[in-house]
């Protein structure tokens, strides 16, 4: 891991990440943008009726940020991880996320761009349950192209960071709910990707879990300078946030 992530950066990049204080405002034009949104809107069409899942947003998050996103149930969090996320298309507006115009390009870009940009992380793990916990972290890896022993060493080192040297043969029912979390938490980072997206990550942990999580979150970004987007009731995620958006029904209100 270390090889790909730079423990390193020096002080533009905690100007860039804003944590020496000096820029708090969420736009800037000199900064590299993970995500850039114009008037994005995402509406659900269910028969004749229309439900907007997210409501003409506009938002500017620099390379390097932890941002945590706030809002009601139904407020549209993850719809906008969705969509920022590549599994699912915009309406009407514009998105690039990590330099790529996620509204014109092909299906097949789309698919490469969920599988190696960005890393996602859910409440409910989503692993595969006939897989081992190394088979879990391997397959973004082989989805992508590689093979299995090209895959493997990294997936080893990034379980170990994680604390699961030791979890590597079980199948996902034998691991607690934090050991689930830290799976997938490695399974998203396997392709080295720029931004990683957590929708509730914490929501199906105990309190003590839910804080390793999150200070696994924070760690990416501020030692490997991830950008980091997480949904969370929790206020768990608030210290370590270089921001907090507010969602109410589907639109910004910070
Ligand atoms: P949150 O994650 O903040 O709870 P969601 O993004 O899941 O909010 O939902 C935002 C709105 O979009 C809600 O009104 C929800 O019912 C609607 N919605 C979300 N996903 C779908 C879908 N697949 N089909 C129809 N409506 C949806
Ligand atoms: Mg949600």
Not at 17 to 30: I, M, V, Y
Not at 44 to 61: E, F, M, P
Not at 204 to 214: F, H, M, Y
């Amino acid at each position: 891991m270390h090889q790909h992530m730079s423990d390193t950066a020096g002080p533009e990049i905690d100007r860039i990440a804003g944590r020496d204080g000096s820029n708090t405002a969420l736009s800037s034009n000199d900064l590299p943008m993970a995500v850039l949104a114009r008037s994005l809107t995402r509406i659900y069409k269910l028969g004749s009726v229309q439900v907007t899942g997210i409501d003409g947003i506009d938002l500017a998050i620099p390379t390097g940020r932890m941002v945590v996103l706030k809002g009601d149930s139904g407020s549209g969090k993850s719809t906008l991880l969705s969509l920022i996320g590549g599994l699912d298309r915009l309406t009407t507006g514009e998105l690039t996320v990590a330099g790529r115009d996620l509204k014109h390009c092909s299906q097949a870009d789309l698919t490469a761009f969920r599988r190696t940009a960005v890393g996602m992380i859910f409440q409910s793990f989503n692993l595969l349950p006939t897989l081992s916990v190394l088979e879990n972290v391997c397959l973004p890896g082989l989805l992508a192209g590689r093979t299995y022993a090209a895959v493997r060493p990294r997936a080893r080192e990034l379980l170990d960071w994680l604390g699961l040297g030791e979890r590597l043969r079980h199948l996902p029912y034998q691991l607690s709910g934090g050991e689930m979390q830290r799976t997938a938490i490695a399974r998203a980072l396997i392709n080295n990707p720029a931004i990683l997206l957590a929708d509730e990550p914490t929501g199906n942990l105990d309190s003590r879990n839910g804080r390793r999580v999150i200070s696994l979150l924070a760690d990416l970004n501020l030692k490997f300078n991830r950008t980091v987007i997480v949904a969370t009731h929790s206020t768990l995620a608030d210290s370590f946030a270089g921001v907090i958006l507010r969602l109410q029904d589907g639109r910004l209100t910070t």
